[in-house]
């Protein structure tokens, strides 16, 4: 197991109260695998990313990686563990900096850790220029001269270029064109393949995670809901919530049926939340043993594990 979680936690002081932005996630991914990460806008998807990264410190819970507890670290721990665990952002404009170049920005990571004599720092800034896609001839280029997918690129070459085992992978498509979002899964795909990397994949986009995950972490109001092998999870959702959104999924057939499952009712708050499932207001399932009983995660089907109090009636168990 390279990357363990063990009830993570993580609030932010809100006037009103804390709010649980990420509520006692537990999950391990094994080395070259693929962990996708799902669920709509708000709910922890990239704080949890974060936090696991130290970019946020965590309010509870324990991160192992490599066996290693390393929930508390100092400076010197944090600078050796940042060459193994990298990030690739949502936005391949705004986490670019506009006033240096491509060259610049891969060039940077390799300046601050000195992994390189400076010889043969620009040596590897142009092999990693090749590894990722990128023109040699584009290292004197600004990010606004380049178009999403180039600057995407830079951002994986920025993440890779430490040669880290670990990256937490941000939406890294989600703001690029389908056609260029194919080209950058396509890279990540051949690079985890080349240097055996271990991802976790935040995503709201399902097609995209069926695609590359190894296992599918579904998420509501800071949560996990459901998690399972990608394929289990496409083939028999537990909770009413995935299945809400696997039905959303585009068919690219014009004669396909399509069972839309429209989520009513409002949702829950997630300032200091009250006892019981998150999902019940929303929920066709819900009985009152559902707004007075937090759910636990169960392993309903091998490997397949769901937090819902009547997952097995539902799904017939």
Known sequence: MLLEVRNLKKYFSTPGGDLHAVDGVSFGIEEGHTLGVVGESGCGKSTLGRVILHLLD????QIFFEGRDITHVNKRELKELQKKMQIIFQDPFSSLNPRMTVAQTIREPLLITKMYPKDQIDKEVLRMMDTVGLARRLA???????????????GVARALVLNPKFIVC???????????????????????????????FITHDLSVVKYLSHDILVMYLGQMVEKSPARDIFRHPLHPYTKALLSAV??????????????????????????????????????????QVNPELEEILPGHTVACHYAGEINGL
């Open 140 to 154: 004197n280029s600004y990010p606004h001269e380049l178009d999403g997918g180039r600057r995407q690129r830079i």
């Open 250 to 291: 585009p068919i690219p057939d014009v004669d396909a049926k399509l069972n839309r499952i429209l989520l009513k009712g409002e949702l829950t708050s997630p300032i200091n939340p009250k006892p019981g499932c998150r999902f019940a207001q929303r929920c066709i399932y819900a009985k009152d043993k559902c707004s």
């Open 170 to 200: 941000d939406e890294p498509v989600s703001a690029l064109d389908v056609s260029i979002q194919a080209q950058i899964i396509n890279l990540l795909l051949d690079l985890q393949k080349e240097r055996g990397l271990t991802y976790i």
């Open 58 to 61: 965590q309010t509870d819970g």
